[in-house]
């Protein structure tokens, strides 16, 4: 729970399950959170080996963030997670 917990971490997973992207993809594809928030939640994913970020030196720097095979494994929890929580909602409405 300590890597995962939180309102954001499995979002951005969920987001990077679909691919790489990069940080502002990433902040279109979760518009709620604020850029520094996204930055605090991707630095501590890549502390704890969820995702990696990779910096490609080109004038403007490209930095791009994708899952690890540790953060992929998360596949299937991520999903049952999501299938469970539109239930929840359905149930709560």
Not at 24 to 51: G, K
Request: charged share 30%.
């Amino acid at each position: 729970m300590e890597v995962l917990g939180g309102k954001w971490k499995l979002a951005i997973v969920k987001v990077l399950l679909t691919g790489t992207h990069r940080f502002a993809a990433l902040q279109r594809a979760l518009p709620t959170i604020t850029p520094r928030m996204l930055t605090r939640q991707l630095r501590e994913l890549e502390s704890d080996r969820i995702l990696r970020r990779t910096v490609y030196a080109e004038v403007p720097p490209r930095v791009e963030y994708d899952l690890t095979e540790l953060g992929a494994g998360l596949a299937e929890l991520v999903e049952w997670l999501d299938r469970w929580g539109r239930e929840y909602r359905k149930v709560r409405a």
